[in-house]
């Protein structure tokens, strides 16, 4: 029994990759096509117009813009949502039972934490790429930042609260993003 619930902590736990410090600024081979997602170029009448045009399609997707500032051409959105999957609730429930069983003492049963509640952020920057002031380079980024419920592990108390960060890499999200600016873009330089 000890071994299956040492089977299940290991992939429980395998779900989250833990990132060492000295490799966060190191490029990967995934950089420039992460990069390549995440920017576009935007022709717009001005940074003013492609930067409201981007705020409204923030706010169209649930976003509420926490800071502006449009000398620098940047944006910072974020939203709040229920970060609760079952998959984690059930995982949690089958570690518990697994140790309780497999362990006469309380030295040996696994709580493991699981997510509460999520705040996801957007950061977007607009340089400009030429001297005409109508083309802009945009880059967004999205990720989120993830509460955890208490836990434990044998004697070790996990309390809740814990937070992680994940950067989100779904293609689908950008592409929805770019496509709706190009809309929003359009329909500012209109007027409509």
Same mark, same amino acid.
């Given at each position: ?68 500032? $449009? ?62 002031? $109508? $083309? ?57």
């Amino acid at each position: 029994m000890a071994v299956a619930a040492a089977a299940v902590a290991a992939t429980a736990s395998g779900c989250i990759a833990r990132t060492p410090a000295g490799t966060f600024f190191q490029l990967t081979e995934e950089s420039a096509a992460q990069r390549a997602m995440q920017t576009r170029e935007v022709e717009a009448p001005n940074a003013d117009e492609l930067l409201s045009a981007s705020a409204a399609v923030l706010q169209d997707l649930g976003f509420q813009v926490t800071e502006s500032e $449009r000398a620098l051409g940047f944006l910072k959105a974020a939203k709040e949502r229920s970060a609760r999957e079952y998959w984690q609730e059930f995982v949690r429930g089958f570690l518990l039972v697994v140790s309780a069983l497999g362990s006469n003492n309380q030295n040996n049963v696994q709580i493991i934490p699981v997510d509460l509640h999520q705040q996801i952020n957007a950061s977007l920057v607009a340089l400009p790429v030429d001297d005409s002031g $109508r $083309r802009h380079r945009v880059r967004i980024v999205f990720y989120r930042l993830v509460w955890q419920s208490e836990g434990q592990n044998g004697n070790t108390n996990i309390p809740p609260g814990r937070q992680k960060m994940e950067m989100i890499h779904d293609a689908g999200i950008y592409q929805q993003f770019f496509a709706r600016l190009a809309k929003s873009v359009f329909l500012e330089e209109q007027k409509i």
